[in-house]
DNA sequence: AATTGTTGTTGTCTTTCAGTAAGCATATGA
DNA sequence: TCATATGCTTACTGAAAGACAACAACAATT
């Protein structure tokens, strides 16, 4: 549908917006593409529109959006602390992993919750399906009975499931190998877990 | 940290990029706050980029950046076509039902890659800790032996591995309950799954 | 043979827009 | 008390940037 300089164009637009979070402006795009002419890059930009692959704001400058870009959800970006049962000795402790960046929709969190992930390590959760290598997003929130939370324990950083029984409040793993974290010195519930992201190909049984 | 006039700045400039794409000139923050002056708002934007909030490219027009969108990875939207066992006649009925907007690095897929969604409907892969409910996000691409992939089968699409058995290709339920399904009549591989995306809190066991 | 789309050119015009200078009142912390 | 941050004002400048007119060569259709 798009002839090859549309493509490069419109490739050059995309790479200037990731780079500068910004549209770069149509003498910026002649300059690149060595036109002597700043209308040549005008009418790709027409051309562009025309076959819907962008958005023009006639007037305003640097005026150019991705159509699928506006009907977007608000994007939020989600810390990687690190890994979950082997270490993160504390909630400042921020070992930033990279981010993790996904609609508020797709994640059904508010958009003014406090979100981090953590990658699991081991299968103690195995039987809630969590698998190890799996990415827990939890949110900074009290937790409900059921629910399954990321707790400092004694020390400790782990998965489990926040159980409360005969108003004592306990930590049960999902699996039969291991055993439940009954009565504890100190529990501190780190975050609630609302999603998960699996990734990688090699989902071998 | 930001006083309330820099908060409600700041929530201006996001409402305002997220409905148009683009970032307010200073006379459009001035033209909606009321100023008598164009440079309020311009020393508004000199305080919210001291404190961080913000970025400014000196120069450029509306050339301001949130910091976090910056070094984030670039997005990509995945269509989610549907529930999964549950319909999706062909490829090319896009019962677009949302998307899933993440960042590439956590997908895990090259930039080119042709990506989909669909929604996970039945247990019949609880064995490899795919719930119903899940969202599985497929590539389309050559399966390889192992990987779990959406077929087309006879006229239904299902969630199954595939495996290859003397030569033979088949898919395989990661259920005793279910049966394999092997040698069929058409077998159309409509996607290879590669990420995997569990959603809401209620996660009762 | 005629029309439309692509890919350009030279020029010109006008608006948008960022930036600065200079000033003023009110807080807030050292 | 003095300096600094906040939150504005009026007035001006000059560059940045969009838009248009007119033209031209070369496809690819119709």
Redesign the pocket.
Known sequence: ??????Q??LEFLKEYHTNNGL????????EF???????????????LE??GVIQ?????????VFPEQLDREEIIDVPIYGQIAAGMASETEQSNEGCLSIDIASLGVPRSAKTFALKVRGDSMIDAHIMSGDCVILELKEPRRGDIVAALIDGETTLKRYVINDGMPYLQAENELYPDLVPVRELVIQGVMVALLRRGEGMVA
Chains 1, 2 share one sequence.
């Open positions: 549908m798009l002839t090859e300089r549309q490069q164009l549209m770069p402006s149509t003498r910026e795009i002649q593409f060595g036109f002597a002419s700043q209308t040549a890059a005008v009418s790709h930009l027409r051309a025309k076959k023009k704001v006639p007037g305003k400058a640097r005026a150019l």
